[in-house]
């Protein structure tokens, strides 16, 4: 689940939590000027991984196959998501999943 404290003006913060063992559980938070979050469903994000690729998974998990390599810098539209396993955050894009640690603002 992601919640927005989106403001007209101001900076912006969404919060990402997830549901296990019955109760809500925190996981991150990222701020900035709206517009700039990211990733979010139906904005473009960027890989963010200096001097390698970030992998692209047929599911949300670290044991799905890799379908693609994506490089440091490349532009993704954000279909699907967030979803949360294998302790991570998990983002769709047209090919498939990517871990949010790897993904920034536009």
């Known amino acids: 689940m992601v919640f927005s404290t989106a403001g007209s003006g101001g900076r912006q913060c969404a919060g990402y939590v997830y549901r296990s063992g019955g109760r809500w559980n925190f996981l991150d938070a990222v701020c900035g000027l709206p517009g700039q979050l990211s990733p979010l469903v139906g904005h473009n994000a960027t890989v963010h991984v200096p001097g390698n690729c970030a992998n692209v998974r047929s599911a949300a998990s670290l044991t799905a196959g890799v379908v693609a390599c994506l490089q440091d810098g490349a532009v993704v539209l954000i279909d699907g998501g967030p979803t949360y396993a294998d302790g991570r955050l ?17």
């Open 90 to 106: 998990w983002w769709h894009e047209k090919h498939g999943w990517m871990a949010h640690d790897f993904l920034t603002g536009p």
